[in-house]
């Protein structure tokens, strides 16, 4: 009884990395071109200069050295990013003056993104990244807050949008980790 205990445990033991293993591959060469089909879209979302508008949004520095983290806390910030963004969009923009098919487009391509993060990422233990994914709501929490305070007029939109479009970046970045 004892032995064939321990014949599951081993085999469980051996199988477990595999059924929790992430195909970075496909979440690769998915989220790259998920980032090109919003970042095309964000760039057609035009509007007013506002240079006087303008503000600078801190992104938590863990996120712009993404070379220390792991390929699965990489996924896990890939994930919560897109959520905010997705949120803030989600957010009123009728005073932007944008075409409303473009922005449920960029909004559809990143609900998309979000669910097969949500398919690849849910039978895997979350480590390292919950101290940088709070710093991200917070993050986030800021652009949002600016929108408010700002009354969502079409200049903080058009900052908002700036910053995102550097988010775009960012993912970028952190998708390349998945290569190596």
Not at 35 to 62: A, H, I, T, V
Not at 65 to 80: G, L, S, V, Y
Not at 95 to 122: A, R
Request: charged content about 25%; some cysteine.
């Amino acid at each position: 009884m004892t032995n064939r205990w321990i014949l599951q445990a081993a085999f469980l033991l051996w199988f477990l990395p595999i059924s929790l293993s992430i195909n970075y591959e496909e979440l690769e060469a998915r989220q790259s071109r998920s980032n090109s089909e919003c970042e095309d879209l964000l760039k057609q979302l035009r509007g007013p200069l506002c240079l006087r508008d303008r503000k600078f949004f801190k992104m938590p520095m863990e996120v712009n050295h993404p070379e220390q983290m792991e390929k699965r806390d990489t996924a896990f910030i890939i994930q919560e990013m897109l959520q905010n963004i997705f949120l803030v969009f989600n957010n009123t923009f009728s005073s932007t003056g944008w075409n409303k098919t473009i922005v449920e487009s960029f909004l559809g391509k990143l609900h998309n993104q979000i669910v097969f993060l949500n398919e690849t990422l849910k039978e895997v233990p979350e480590d390292e990244s919950l101290t940088t994914r709070i710093s991200l709501k917070s993050y986030y929490w800021q652009l949002g807050r600016y929108l408010k305070e700002k009354r969502y007029s079409s200049c903080a939109w058009m900052v908002t949008r700036a910053a995102v479009s550097r988010n775009f970046l960012i993912i970028r970045r952190l998708t390349w980790i998945f290569q190596s």
